[in-house]
């Protein structure tokens, strides 16, 4: 009989630990590990089924109460909106865990674009996926009235913030410029400049296109300390691109416009795939890829930085544009299409 006891033990630990890995709980009971103990019963001597079938019973029963408590305890948690934006708390939600799954091309390719930069001496802050007025517009020199802060370009929620203002889903990773300028201006007369990149997901009203997409992510740079000028913020970003392309590349700017920054430029680099012209760079030889400047006086006083003493730059690119660049690919929307036959080439 001690081998038909072991014989329903072992069966149980097996049945205990596939429960966990079962949606539906419920099915456990009909595993056909269970029906055959049932099905041995009446292969044994009269004399030892009483005992076995209450072993198996036994083991029914207590499946059947595991179950149940799994059951009720998955049904008590709730919800878990994957989609859902995370605020400047940085409060996200706990996902699955992700060891059969692979790496998506753009995590990839923002982990060589970060250590690029940490080699480079700059700190990086995640921006948040939702943020209030402030951080948005006020804090970066946007006046009333601009037309960035007509919902018809920018998506603006119903939920009120603190000050009684919708929060906004943000069309920039630069609603992060005060936070970190607040942060650490206290080290700048400690000789400490301050320099951070910030990448995070933004959001804009656009049409879609091979080139143009609603969701993307974003990497915004800011670096402030004394006597900092236009030629520091070009010499910056040439290096990291010529790091991050393994290519020699001439550059160019252009007067733009931007309320954070004056004055303000269009960054443009010899394009990587070709020497007379393709159609990547639509046969000018130069692609746009970037906005930049250095910071507007009025974005650095409302941080409490003195501009008297202190000058600096920030720009912005989105991290999809670099990485099809880099890898000739001619759709932005693939990034976000779950497509197996494109991540699977990364």
Not at 213 to 218: A, L, S
Not at 321 to 346: N, P, T, W
Request: hydrophobic share 35%; glycine share 6%.
């Amino acid at each position: 009989m001690n081998d038909q006891n072991t014989r329903v033990s072992e069966v149980g630990q097996l049945l205990k630990t596939r429960l966990n890995s079962l949606s539906n709980k419920t099915d456990i009971l009909k595993a056909v590990e269970l029906k055959a103990l049932y099905d041995e019963i009446k292969t044994l001597p009269s004399q030892q089924r009483a005992a076995f079938g209450q072993a198996v019973n036994e083991l029914k029963i207590e499946l059947a109460d595991l179950a149940k408590a799994a059951t009720d305890q998955t049904s008590n948690l709730p919800p878990i909106d994957i989609t859902a934006p995370f605020g400047p708390r940085g409060d996200k939600p706990i996902l699955l865990p992700s060891e059969q799954g692979s790496e998506h091309p753009l995590t990839q390719e923002l982990d060589k674009i970060l250590d690029i930069f940490y080699r480079m001496g700059f700190s990086v802050i995640e921006s948040p996926e939702i943020d209030d007025d402030y951080h948005m517009f006020s804090s970066l020199n946007f006046p009333l009235g601009h037309p960035a802060r007509d919902d018809y370009d920018t998506f603006i929620t119903t939920q009120p913030d603190k000050n009684g203002q919708p929060l906004i889903a943000p069309a920039h990773t630069s609603t992060m410029q005060n936070r970190v300028l607040t942060q650490f201006k206290d080290g700048l007369e400690k000789g400490q400049p301050i320099a951070a990149v910030i990448p995070g997901r933004v959001f804009r009203n656009e049409d879609l296109d091979a080139r143009h997409e609603h969701t993307f992510y974003q990497l915004e740079g800011i670096y402030v300390n004394r006597g900092v000028h236009a030629g520091q913020l070009i010499a910056t970003l040439k290096t990291f691109l010529q790091t991050y392309y393994s290519k020699e590349l001439r550059v160019k700017t252009q007067p733009f416009y931007f309320p954070f920054t004056e004055p303000s430029f269009e960054f443009a680099l010899s394009c990587p795939f070709c020497t007379d012209g393709c159609s990547v760079c639509s046969h000018s030889g130069w692609i746009e890829l970037l906005g930049c400047g250095l910071i507007h006086p009025n974005v650095l006083s409302q941080a409490g930085v003195d501009i008297s003493q202190y000058t600096g730059f920030a720009w912005g690119f989105g991290i999809e544009r670099l990485v099809m660049m880099k890898y000739g690919i001619e759709d932005i929307r693939y990034f976000q299409s779950a497509r197996l036959d494109f991540l699977r080439q990364f």
